[in-house]
């Protein structure tokens, strides 16, 4: 190969690459009630397509100067749902676990839906909100557990808000940048 073909073929890998990253697809799972699509519909500014028991937003964001579309799929977390949930965890890239700091019960919950999660999948980046912050006179989960957890299980930790939007782009951004450095690995 001379010199010149191979100049050719890094750059044509380089835009495979960027090519690649540019569309990253997002589960958002937990029970029913935590606020999925509060989170989601607080983060996103496109219009909503419901599709059988699990709902579709895209958005945009740029990180680093690089724009990226995001595929949002909003799970839902009643029991009826959960075969139709499952289809969309295949190919997902990044993940977030909602819980509500208002309900313990959601909180333990979080096991299940990361088991769930990782019989159908591998290689994701785990996020893990735990929403309704603003409700603190109803807190049931402490944040330091909440955080204890998470680095227990190397997952990306923000405390949200759908509500007043506390924490929700950081939560994006930061498992989106650790999705991006993992894939460059
Ligand atoms: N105060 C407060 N209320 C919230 C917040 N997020 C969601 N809610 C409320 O909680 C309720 C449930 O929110 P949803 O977003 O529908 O919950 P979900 O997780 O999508 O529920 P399923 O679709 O049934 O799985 C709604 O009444 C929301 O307005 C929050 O951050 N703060
Ligand atoms: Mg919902």
Redesign the pocket.
């Known amino acids: 190969m001379c010199c010149e073909d191979k100049k050719t073929n890094i750059k044509d890998q380089q835009l495979q690459l960027k090519q690649e990253q540019k569309n990253i697809k997002i589960v958002i799972l937990?029970?029913?009630?935590?606020?999925?699509?509060?989170?989601i519909k607080k983060f996103c500014f496109d219009t909503e397509q419901t599709t059988l028991g699990v709902a579709y937003q895209n958005a945009q964001i740029i990180i680093k100067g690089q724009v990226l579309k995001l595929h949002i799929w909003?799970?839902?977390?009643?029991e009826r749902y959960r075969s139709l949930a499952q289809l969309c965890y295949r190919d997902a890239n990044v993940a977030i676990l909602?819980y509500s700091i208002t309900s313990r019960k959601s909180f333990e919950q979080i096991y299940y839906w990361e088991q769930e999660l990782l019989e159908r999948c591998s290689n994701l980046c785990i996020g893990m909100a735990g929403?309704?912050?603003?409700?603190i006179e109803e807190r049931q989960v402490f944040k330091d557990e909440a955080q204890k957890y998470s680095k227990q299980r190397d997952f990306v930790f923000y405390e949200?808000?759908?509500?007043t939007g506390e924490g929700i782009q950081m939560l994006f951004t930061e498992i989106i940048e650790k999705y991006l450095r993992q894939k460059q690995q």
């Not at 937990?30 to 989170?39: E, F, H, I, N, P």
């Not at 909003?74 to 009643?78: L, P, R, S, W």
């Open positions: 937990g029970d029913s009630g935590v606020g999925k699509t509060s989170l909003d799970t839902a977390g009643g909602v929403n309704k912050s603003d409700l949200t808000s759908a509500k």
